[in-house]
């Protein structure tokens, strides 16, 4: 009585008839409506009596919401199996990761090698996680330097169907499922098992699809041979229902009667993923909890939460916890791999690439992203770590508020608001961590405190500027501000005159009201003749006049090329990411440091790195008016003197740093979220004292061994018996 684990399950399968056309998708949208889990097309491409089932899935994908939906290809021969890889990637796709797939019976030892070579095709065309094209030199299908993907959006598993040993055995060594009849099905159980077995493979990886008619018995496959899909062959809508209605219900309360005293029993991972596992974790005991939404290096959703918006990753595993309970339990998981490399995650925006690694663990907080409306009175939101800021901006929009944060919709909300937050309206309304107002953490013991400037003080004060060393923030309740619309400009300046220019893009902006904040932006000179600065700017008033009023000084001193300036919500000009995901790669260096003043030493000496190659993107940010108004000692962020904040990209980390060690001495602190040196002498640049030895008490009271510790990590050449813990 073999039980291989797989949740019972029913489809249909169908002809794609062409008279009528619509019959097909009819049929699939009443098997939709009657609770079937999966709807198969028979691919026939030589019947002309039958439509193209891979567009016919398409139109029926359109049509439906929830039900699976698969092609079995009949003849391999007049299907390439590159195609069917970016055929099945699309569907899934476009049916928002439904898509199935069976090869259909073949007979000849030919047509079973043949079969074995288009499994090898379709799955790597799949295979995004990959770097490369796919060249395959098979006998029957070749396959010269194949663009991978798209990207599909689950897993897609591939199933075999025939009778024939070498397909069994086939099966058993390869294929994701068998599809067979109920006279087959225990033959090739048999077949199927002895040859996983022999391949290193679990039976159970292998699904059991067994086609049925009408009438069939039915609990002897699922009790006695393991069948977890029962797939009605039929095309007449009253026998679908009545299999519906009668069949699937009768079965269902069986199954579960005869299998009341049987221990749960979970389905092997394919021994193909199981081989791209990393060393040193134990995927076996993850959470239940936690297995369902987590990825491991052989998953589709890899490729997708890999690296971040810049840098390149390789973790061997990926938590995506939904609740706080969840977040401790990752974070037990941790702690029982201290060796590993450990990131935490909101969205994987983050500059300064902390937010993965190579081998190690990663707690991806994105199902986390929520945001809540508390009090319109008080303008008091709850967001959650998980929700990017372009989303809180829509969420608050109807309600005439905005809450500064970042210049890019497209961060998450908990690596920002546990660093500083420097935004669109920082000079008017301060930085983001500012307005937090009470915080829930879960810390490394997997305590969930909540802490505020009344409850746990010491702790809110961490987690304002430092919160990456303490734990992982799992809500942020803050007070937002009512804003309208604001003046949105977008201006291209000549900056022929590098130096000239900075200094008076610097004065102009310092000598700016606060309701105007800027930020400039500078690419790798392209020419000796001109160089260009691409200024972007928000004015808090919607009055035309206003807004001129504050750009006309700057434009009377640089020469304007282009311009763009709107009246427009805050949230529209948040909403400037995409929903793709992250391709980052390689290593970026970047560096970043704090200035009161533009100086002309400053000036000069940025423009010699510009001219000279050392950085392709520098980007200064007006800082300044009410990020003073609160005390230094107010927060961890205790910079508050800086009027604007610097940050560079440069080609390589010895180039970049040539320059950049020139301008060193002229910064007045480091915005950590922009910096990838990681060396002692930064946590003083960020933290300077008592700042530093207070984080560090801080740290060994609430992180005591140090679990967070791979995003600037306070203790970072520091002993514990130096710290004077109290």
Known sequence: MPYYGHRLSFGTLLDPVTDPPERAVELARLSESLGYDLVMLRDEPHRPDLLDAWTALTWIAGQTERVWLGAMVQRLHRRLPAVIGRQLASLDLLSSGRAEFAFGPVESLNEVEALDEAIDIVRAILDVAELGTVTIDGRHFPVMGAQRGPLPQHTIPVWLSGSALPVLELAGRTADGWIGTAAELPLANAVIDSAATASGREPSEISRIVTVQAGDPLLPLVIEHGAGIILLDSNDPAVIERFAREAIPALRVAVDEARADLPAVVPAKPARMRAKRREGIAYDAIPITLQAHAVEPGDAAYARLRSNYLRGGSPGLILRPGTPEEVAEAIAFAREHRELPFSVRSRGHGISGRSTNDGGLIVDLRLMN?????????????????????DVAAAIEPYGWALSSGDYGGVGVGGLATAGGVGWLVREHGLTIDHMRKAQIVLADGSILETSETERPDLFWAIRGAGANMGIV?????????????GWAQLVLDATDIAGFLQAWGSWIDNAPRDTTSFMIMGQQRSARQMYAHVLTVIDSDDPETIVSRLQPLADVARVLQQRISIETYADVMANASDHYHQGQGDPAVRSGLLNQITPEFAEAASRMIQGGGSYFFQIRSMGGAV???????????????????????PSRSRLNAYWNEMTPLFDGLYLSFETDTSPERLLDAFPQPALSKLQRLKEHYDPTNLFRDNFNVLTGVRSEELGVR
Do not use: Y
Request: proline share 7%; no cysteine.
């Open 370 to 390: 929520k945001v809540e409306i508390l009090d319109e009175t008080t303008r008091r939101i709850r967001v959650q770590p998980g929700a990017r800021w372009m």
């Open 474 to 486: 799992t809500s942020f309740d803050f007070e937002v501000d009512p804003i309208g619309q604001v």
């Open 628 to 650: 003073a108004d609160v005390p230094p000692e107010a927060t961890a962020f205790v910079n508050r003197s800086a009027k604007f904040s610097v940050v560079a990209f440069g």
